[in-house]
């Protein structure tokens, strides 16, 4: 019998009444319940690796965002969702006041920017509001679409802006490999200095014949800050 399967038996049996009576009257704590918020119903392939991170702590649930002509009706085996996931609908998710733990797997620019601004206009971002307001853990991944070397600086910026006041709410934030907020580096020579005011996690592209120093290149690396040569590829 592999890890998988017992796991899902596991959470099966916990989700009987009998048990669940039994754990209420030997006031033994149930295990935390969190919810993961998904944007795209395409992205669900995401979630398997989320699902095997966290569902040994967590009783997962989902929450999709419904767009024209869809409906979380349909079976579950349409939406590519793991086996112990539960579907739920916004009203299920808003309701419920138990969430120990909040989860983004692929965020989009534009529900990161309206949470980091307080605005609550989804189910999403209201969900994602009242985390931060009650101090839920909230763990997100993130995507700049459309972003590149020619992206304006002061638009990059507001995104960087976006993502430090999120950080300073308790939003903890990585970044997947092939969408890196990027920044461009115009001086001749990066320095130490330089290199610590790069956010963490930054795709950051350089002119060719920078000069990096060697104090520079190992914050570059322990800072996780990748670095490209605009006219010849990675450095």
Not at 2 to 8: A, G, S, T, V
Not at 97 to 117: G, M
Not at 139 to 159: H, I, Q, V
Request: charged residues 25%; hydrophobic residues 35%; contains cysteine.
């Amino acid at each position: 019998m592999n890890e998988e399967l017992i796991r899902q038996i596991v959470l099966k049996l916990l989700e009987t009444p009998e048990l669940q009576a039994l754990i209420q009257q030997k006031g033994i704590s149930q295990i935390p319940k969190g919810l993961i918020l998904l944007e795209e119903k395409e992205r669900t392939d995401l979630l398997q690796e989320w699902v095997q991170r966290f569902s040994p702590k967590y009783r997962l649930s989902l929450l999709l965002q419904e767009k024209p002509g869809q409906s979380l009706h349909d079976p579950q085996e349409s939406w590519n969702i793991p086996n112990g996931v539960q579907l739920i609908t916004a009203e299920e998710a808003c309701c419920d006041k138990e969430w120990s733990h909040i989860f983004l797997p692929d965020c989009s620019p534009d529900t990161l920017a309206k949470s980091a601004l307080g605005i609550q206009d989804t189910p999403f971002t209201g969900l994602i509001g009242w985390g931060i307001r009650e101090g839920i853990p909230i763990t997100l991944s993130t995507n700049f679409l459309g972003f590149s070397p020619k992206t304006p600086e002061a638009y990059r910026k507001m995104f960087q802006d976006y993502i430090q006041k999120l950080r300073q709410f308790g939003v903890n934030i990585h970044f997947t490999p092939k969408e890196l907020p990027l920044q461009r580096f115009n001086k001749k020579l990066l320095t130490d200095h330089d290199a610590l005011s790069i956010p963490e996690g930054t795709l950051l592209w350089v002119a060719k014949g920078t000069v990096i120093s060697p104090l520079a290149k190992d914050t570059l690396k322990r800072r996780q800050i990748q670095i490209r040569v605009e006219t010849e590829g990675e450095l």
